[in-house]
């Protein structure tokens, strides 16, 4: 029942990107082109998104179970750190180079853009990547 | 700044925009979990047992979307994507994605729309932080290459 639940939760994920133009990498850099051609549609997005959004947090905040009556895991971790920032920078330069985030890369990949699949594949590296830096550099991480 | 306007999709991207933030409430209230792509398909690399079911049957439904877009939405909206990237330049962001965002521990999805909607600073830093460096980054690939 819950796998259920969460295939329909992606696929109506998958579905919001496609409809909203995310999958697009050309329209994600004509919003991020502020100073060029500028296409606002992505703020929209965004608005959409959390204008739904912050009614089911601030709901899920005053509970302490899912509906299935298991945990409910909202993040703990309220630090602003070197990591966050500069994670983020990194993120967002690759975002503006190709155009493509996490999600609308593997929507791109299902549907068969060659592209997509070289860039999932290179992010899923990168991922890796992480993975091996913290077991190197880091203490095992106590995660909540 | 001029408005491009011909490739403006206000009412397409609100409503695209609506279904996304429907499916983050529906996976913290049903599932407990917050719908950040990034952390989903990065623990995954490295999966703990009992933490891999749920990631497959989300990760099937967002690689069944387009197949179902193809069949749900009218042919008017659908549109070819715009891919100028090169291949190299597909692997350096691919590559920059992938570490960056799991060392910010999320992404558009989850901090871009689960984390302001929860009204978190942090994610608030980490969004203004990707959202600058993008338009920083292809403002020196447009205008200054």
């Known amino acids: 029942m819950q796998r259920i639940s969460e295939f329909f939760i992606g696929l109506l994920f998958g ?3 496609l409809l909203s133009g995310m999958t697009d990498p050309g329209k994600v850099l004509g919003f991020l082109d502020l100073f060029g051609l500028w296409d606002p549609s992505l703020a929209l997005v965004m608005g959409g998104a959390i204008a739904v959004g912050v009614f089911a947090f601030a709901f899920a905040k005053k509970r302490t179970t899912n509906f299935f009556g298991g945990a409910l895991h909202l993040p703990k971790n309220n630090s602003i750190d070197k990591r966050l920032v500069i994670g983020s920078l990194i993120f967002g330069a690759g975002w503006g180079i190709a155009g493509y985030c996490p999600g609308p890369a593997l929507v791109s990949m299902a549907a068969g853009q060659e592209k997509g699949l070289a860039f999932v594949i ?3 590296v990168g991922m890796a990547g992480f993975e091996i830096a913290e077991r190197l550099f880091h203490e095992p991480k106590i995660t909540t | 700044m001029t408005i491009d306007w011909n490739h403006f999709t206000p009412w397409l991207s609100l409503s695209g925009g609506v279904l996304l933030g429907v499916a983050s409430a529906l996976f913290i209230l049903l599932h ?3 719908l950040g792509i990034s952390r989903i398909v990065g623990e995954f690399i490295l999966p703990k047992a009992g933490d891999i079911a749920w990631r497959i049957a989300f990760l099937l439904g967002i690689f069944a979307a387009p197949w179902v877009f193809g069949i749900l939405a009218p042919a008017e909206i659908i549109t070819a994507p715009r891919i100028d990237a090169s291949y190299g ?3 350096l962001a691919g590559l920059m994605v992938g570490l960056g965002t799991r060392y910010a521990s999320g992404c558009t999805s989850g901090h871009g729309v689960c984390g302001l909607s929860r009204l978190s600073l942090r994610s608030l ?3 203004l932080s990707f959202m600058a460096a993008g338009f920083v980054t292809v403002y020196v690939i447009r205008h200054l290459l």
């Open chain 1, 15 to 17: 579905l919001g990107l």
């Open chain 1, 122 to 124: 290179a992010m899923l």
């Open chain 2, 32 to 34: 407990g979990r917050i």
């Open chain 2, 89 to 91: 330049m597909i692997v």
């Open chain 2, 125 to 127: 830093v980490a969004t």
